[in-house]
């Protein structure tokens, strides 16, 4: 009986390769899956399961996992503000980890021996899905044609056609990976350091040129409504990406550094994530404290570094999030934005936790809770630290 392997499988040219290769040359029992974090339609999906099953795959499974993905992940890369490089809302890095991790799942499930991706050896995704599996599944071998082969694409295409796979394998002139979070646009463009994608590389075009309001609610951080109607954030994220894209917002290019130390430019399309992430910071910049929101951005930006480069499962991760959860509870109110051809801004809130209605005083107007003697006092109490060390060095200014 041949032994099994499961393939995180995606209908594209490298995981077809992967199927009929550990089918014909390796003698696996292959099962593939999909993992669905809201890239794929429903005729997309079927399509794909198709062609698994034409290409000699056992069994083949679409998994939709957009709420999980959702309340394991998206919620947290909101509470934290989460934009790597202060850009980039780690649109397809988050999702790698959760594909990896439902791959092991299914993996368990079947009785596999092994498991499979078809990442190449150039890029983080190897690196997201190795850390998942040895880690939660260190009794399964890890078998990755691509990468071990050094494949060329021109040497995938012929492995199929000599194996009677005949299906168009044309080379888009943009890679495209869309998702909940975001959409990831990568080009011959992004291959400078000096080059724009063009507007036709990006997948939403301007349908839209006369400014719009939209309503955003949240409660404890979470977008539990858009324009007065309420569902949950996972479909609130969708209904406002569809709403704001048609202003082709949300486009720009991100470089960063890679976790194999090669730096690297993507374009990426994410209008929802974007002015969510905009509109909760505002919303929390008028309902926390200057330390929660101070502390919050450093744990933020460590946990977004942390999940790009596929350390999801260290605990501390775990640690940051119950940190992060804890700093909503009165991250409640709505937000009001405008949409405008390529681009938003943010109009105001109004909630119940508005710092600002504090009845203390209005900033550079009225003081309400103190005289003005106090005010002296402790300005001359601030300054000591700063009057004692110039005092003491004969520090001069000029």
């Known amino acids: 009986m041949s032994k099994k392997v499961v393939l995180a499988y995606s209908g594209g040219l490298d995981t077809s390769y992967c199927l009929k290769y550990l089918k014909n040359e390796l003698g696996y029992e292959v099962h593939t899956i999909l993992i669905n974090t809201g890239g794929f339609g429903e005729e997309e999906l079927q399509a794909i399961e198709r062609r698994a099953y034409e290409l000699g795959s056992a069994n083949h499974l679409n998994l939709?996992?957009?709420?999980?993905?959702?309340?394991?992940?998206?919620?947290?890369?909101?509470?934290?503000?989460?934009?790597?490089?202060?850009?980039?809302?780690?649109?397809?890095?988050?999702?790698?980890?959760?594909?990896?991790?439902?791959?092991?799942?299914?993996?368990?499930?079947?009785?596999?021996?092994?498991?499979?991706?078809?990442?190449?050896?150039?890029?983080n995704d190897q690196i997201r899905f190795?850390?998942?599996?040895?880690?939660?599944?260190?009794?399964?071998?890890?078998?990755?044609?691509?990468?071990?082969?050094?494949?060329?694409?021109?040497?995938?295409?012929?492995?199929?056609?000599?194996?009677?796979?005949?299906?168009?394998?044309?080379?888009?002139?943009?890679?495209?990976n869309k998702g909940i979070w975001g959409t990831s646009v990568g080009g011959k463009e992004t291959l400078t350091s000096g080059q724009p994608l063009p507007d036709s590389a990006y997948p939403?075009?301007?349908?839209?040129?006369?400014?719009?309001?939209?309503?955003l609610h949240f409660e404890k951080g979470e977008l539990v409504g858009l324009n007065n109607e309420f569902d949950k954030p996972a479909t609130n994220i969708q209904k406002l990406e569809a709403l704001a894209s048609a202003f082709a917002i949300g486009r720009d290019i991100h470089v960063g550094d890679t976790i194999i130390g090669i730096k690297g430019r993507v374009g990426f399309e994410a209008a929802a994530p974007?002015?969510?992430?905009?509109?909760?910071?505002l919303l929390?910049?008028?309902?926390?404290?200057?330390?929660?929101?101070?502390?919050?951005?450093?744990?933020?930006?460590?946990?977004?570094?942390?999940?790009h480069e596929g350390q999801y499962l260290d605990p501390v991760m775990?640690?940051?999030?119950?940190?992060?959860?804890?700093?909503?509870?009165?991250?409640?109110?709505?937000?009001?934005?405008?949409?405008?051809?390529?681009?938003?801004?943010?109009?105001?809130?109004?909630?119940?936790?508005?710092?600002?209605?504090?009845?203390?005083?209005?900033?550079?107007?009225?003081?309400?809770?103190?005289?003005?003697?106090?005010?002296?006092?402790?300005?001359?109490?601030?300054?000591?630290?700063?009057?004692?060390?110039?005092?003491?060095?004969?520090?001069?200014?000029?």
């Open 274 to 281: 974007l002015i969510i992430i905009k509109a909760h910071h």
């Open 284 to 307: 929390e910049k008028h309902t926390l404290g200057k330390w929660q929101q101070y502390w919050k951005e450093q744990l933020g930006n460590w946990y977004g570094m942390l999940f």
């Open 64 to 123: 939709d996992i957009i709420d999980k993905y959702y309340e394991k992940a998206i919620k947290y890369l909101v509470f934290g503000n989460v934009l790597k490089n202060n850009t980039y809302p780690l649109s397809v890095s988050a999702e790698r980890v959760f594909q990896a991790l439902e791959t092991v799942r299914y993996a368990k499930k079947v009785g596999a021996e092994a498991i499979s991706h078809g990442s190449t050896g150039a890029g």
């Open 318 to 398: 775990r640690n940051i999030e119950t940190f992060l959860e804890d700093t909503q509870k009165t991250v409640t109110g709505t937000v009001t934005v405008s949409l405008k051809p390529y681009h938003f801004s943010l109009d105001g809130i109004e909630s119940a936790h508005d710092l600002m209605n504090s009845g203390f005083g209005q900033y550079g107007e009225v003081n309400n809770a103190w005289t003005a003697d106090d005010a002296k006092g402790f300005i001359k109490i601030v300054g000591n630290a700063q009057n004692i060390y110039a005092h003491v060095n004969n520090e001069q200014y000029d």
């Open 204 to 215: 939403s075009q301007l349908q839209k040129t006369e400014p719009e309001k939209a309503t």
């Open 130 to 176: 190795d850390l998942v599996f040895q880690t939660i599944a260190p009794e399964m071998e890890i078998i990755t044609p691509i990468r071990d082969l050094k494949l060329t694409r021109q040497e995938e295409v012929e492995y199929l056609q000599k194996n009677g796979v005949e299906y168009s394998w044309e080379k888009a002139q943009y890679s495209i």
